[in-house]
């Protein structure tokens, strides 16, 4: 009697006495929502805030089901109540109902990570935690990108496959790549598991998302090693190509892949971006074909069941059909960029619209507002990409002169439609663009498009800054380059905007404003790098206006250049090429300086391996040599041509060579012939005195 009084009334009061204070609430139990586990009745939770109902009859002992369920579709809020009911009630198996609740939170977008620890610690003064509430639990910090935790709870059991690809997702995900490889070497140690793709993909899937081509590569052939590779282990070494922007090395592998395993969807698209890089229109469509008639791989798992996660990507969507147009834009296959526009029935507004850009890229103006017109009959909304891109198509038929006024008309009247709505800062450099392209007659509406942003709260970037300069350069107004070096005093000038604004400079003959220019670009704050047109146009601009010295400066810091990366405050200054001396040799020889340019000719030989190097333009020398000529240097000019013979042009095959170098030698003689009688007569006279 005594044992049975201890067993029944002692202990459970001394047992509940001692348990933590998350569960105080069975010293007081709360007032349980109405609830009825009949098999054939429903349930109502928390009235107070939303009601689930329960569709599926099932007993107290699978309520985990039912959890599990409602975590799968996304329903986590109703499977934390349905569980809090059922583990404080006792009803169902409280192991399989935590292991069910940490499901649940690990699918929910974003993960419960906090939820799932506090329940899963709650929760072990009644169960031990066995090797599937470690699998979900390091599931969900491998989805809040936790690897700390993950690694913490590796620790803490006995892991299998499931968890050790959790834990290798998490490291993953946080691009902890050396750490994740480890853990692989580890679970291939581990003879209680077996290493399935699974793993390989997992450390895969990280490499991907940084780029680590090199790694994934070196990975792949590891898991090839051991037999444990599938179609996604290959896509995602192709999605690492992909963000590191190796198309190449993509078009390999997806070459490669033809008659040894099945590209998924994912491989495919990764395909097209890289047929849209480098414009391989032809296989684009190929590889387009190949996804319309991809098949479904079979699956050993329940995948990435819950809510808000697609489905495996089968048919080629709206983005492979935009790749797809985009590398037949590139390789100027226009035509079949609208054909595929009719084998996509429902296409949205993005597949409009990179059709659309293809004719545009292509010069095709018609065929692009055609499709915007059947985009309109099929009451396809367009976006403020559409509008961007119909604009641009704007300003590419003005700037070609194809029906500018038309043109400009349709460019000013899609920017109507879009200005109050989306417009944001890509529409506002295309608008500006179309203005550049009317030239001086649009400049003002130009700038009154920058002022428009400002007002707007829109921040102008470095193409803002370059597209009005250009405005300003094809409208010839200096004044303007001024002006808009005003309007942005946060941003810092590029290569593009001092370039277009000396090339402004050089039509309007302001010489001493483009060198006022190079200053600025020698004390900029960024490093600047700009090419050698850019410093080739600024010669002109000095030579054309008679200023020799200043532009003989400028070549001498572009020659310094040659034996080092001579940099000029933060300004690289090029190398100079062909183009660069022949701006120099014409100016000389228009002020009949022929030595001069004679020794440019010659240092440009000089400096380049004239074996490797193109030769000069032959005008180049024919004019130094009538100048030598009207000067009536005879010898020196013949010397020249002797010197062109050396470098490797044929004076029998130019006929124009040939006759110039006859005509210098009679001239030679003849006037080798007067220097010898007046020679001779000065002897004559000499000796009579």
């Keep these: ?65 039912r959890i599990t369920s409602l975590g799968r579709k996304g329903k986590t809020d109703a499977a934390l109540q349905l569980y809090h009911h059922l583990f404080f009630s006792g009803q169902g198996n409280r192991l399989r109902l935590v292991n069910a609740v940490v499901d649940a939170c690990s699918r929910a977008t974003p993960p419960r990570l906090d939820t799932a620890f506090r329940l899963f610690n709650e929760s072990r003064a009644w169960i031990t935690p ?53 853990l692989l070497r580890r679970v291939k140690r581990d003879k209680r598991v077996e290493v399935g793709s699974v793993h390989g993909n997992a450390v895969l899937s ?8 090199k790694g994934s590569v070196e990975l792949l052939g590891e898991m090839e090693g051991m037999r444990a590779v599938d179609s996604v282990s290959y896509s995602l070494v192709m999605s690492a190509f992909e963000k590191a922007e190796e198309w190449e090395e993509v078009m390999r592998y997806a070459r490669e892949s033809d008659g040894r395993w099945e590209m998924d969807g994912i491989g495919i698209t990764s395909v097209l971006k890289a047929c849209a890089a480098l414009g391989l229109g032809e296989e684009a469509l190929q590889r387009l074909t190949q996804f319309e008639h991809l098949k479904g791989r079979e699956r050993t798992t329940r995948g990435r069941e819950r809510g808000g996660v697609r489905s495996e990507l089968l048919r080629p ?10 590398a037949c834009g590139k390789a100027g296959m226009w035509k079949d960029a609208i054909k595929l526009l009719r084998r996509r029935p429902n296409a949205g507004a993005a597949v409009y619209t990179a059709v ?14 055609h499709v915007w017109n059947e985009m309109q009959h099929r009451e396809v909304r367009p976006t403020v990409v559409t509008y961007t891109v119909a604009i641009s198509a704007c300003a590419a038929a003005v700037a070609m002169n194809k029906d500018r006024v038309k043109n400009w008309e349709r460019g000013w009247d899609f920017w109507q439609t879009i200005k109050e709505k989306d417009a944001n800062v890509v529409t506002y450099n295309t608008m500006i663009k179309l203005c550049a392209s009317m030239g001086a007659r649009e400049l003002p509406r130009a700038f009154h498009l920058v002022r428009c ?64 220019l190079l200053k600025q670009m020698m004390q900029s704050e960024g490093t600047l790098r700009p090419n050698t047109a ?50 120099l040799i014409r100016a000389y020889n228009r002020v009949d300086k022929p030595e001069e340019a004679r020794l440019l000719l010659n240092h440009y030989f000089v400096t380049n391996d004239y074996k490797e190097v193109d030769l000069p333009d032959v005008s180049l020398f024919t004019e130094t040599i009538a100048v030598f000529e009207k000067k009536g240097q005879v010898f020196k000019a013949i010397e020249l041509m002797e010197t062109m013979r050396d470098y490797g042009f044929n004076f029998y095959q130019n006929e124009i060579l040939d006759s110039i170098f006859k005509k210098l030698i009679a001239l030679a003689a003849k006037v080798g012939h007067v220097v010898k009688e007046e020679d001779t007569k000065d002897t004559r006279q000499r000796g009579e005195v």
């Excluded at 004044?479 to 402004?504: D, H, Q, W, Y």
């Excluded at 080739?536 to 250049?561: D, G, P, V």
Aim: hydrophobic share 40%; charged share 20%.
């Design 1 to 65: 009697m005594l044992k049975a009084f201890l067993l029944k009334g002692i202990l459970p009061i001394l047992l509940v006495l001692s348990l933590p204070p998350s569960f105080s609430f069975l010293c007081h139990p709360p007032t349980p929502t109405p609830i009825s586990l009949s098999s054939t009745s429903t349930i109502t939770i928390n009235p107070d805030k939303q009601n689930y109902r329960i569709k599926k009859n099932y007993t107290p002992h699978d309520g985990h089901f």
């Design 130 to 182: 066995n090797v599937y509430t470690y699998g979900a639990l390091t599931s969900c910090c491998a989805r809040a990108r936790d690897a700390d935790s993950a690694l913490m709870l590796l620790e803490e059991c006995e892991p299998n496959a499931v968890v050790y690809g959790a834990v290798l997702n998490a490291l993953g995900s946080c691009g902890r790549m050396d750490e994740a490889r480890e």
């Design 206 to 213: 990280g490499m991907a998302k940084v780029g680590d081509w």
């Design 317 to 326: 969507d709206d983005v492979a059909f935009v790749l797809c147009i985009s």
């Design 356 to 369: 659309m850009k293809a004719c545009a890229e292509n010069q095709q103006f018609d065929s692009c507002f």
């Design 453 to 516: 942003m400002l007002d707007q709260g829109i921040q102008p970037t470095m193409v803002t800054f370059g597209t009005l300069m250009t405005a300003c350069e094809r409208a010839n107004s200096v004044g303007g380059t001024k002006r808009a070096f005003c309007l942005f005093p946060e941003l810092v000038p590029n290569e593009i905007v001092f370039g277009a604004a000396i090339s402004c400079c050089r039509k309007t003959n302001d010489a001493e404003y483009a060198c006022e």
């Design 534 to 583: 850019l410093f080739n146009t600024l010669l002109i601009s000095q030579t054309e206006n008679h200023r020799l010295k200043r532009a003989t400066q400028i070549f001498k810091l572009m020659l310094q250049s040659k034996h080092s990366k001579n940099t000029t405050g933060n300004m690289v200054v090029p190398q100079a090429d062909e183009t660069t001396y022949a701006i």
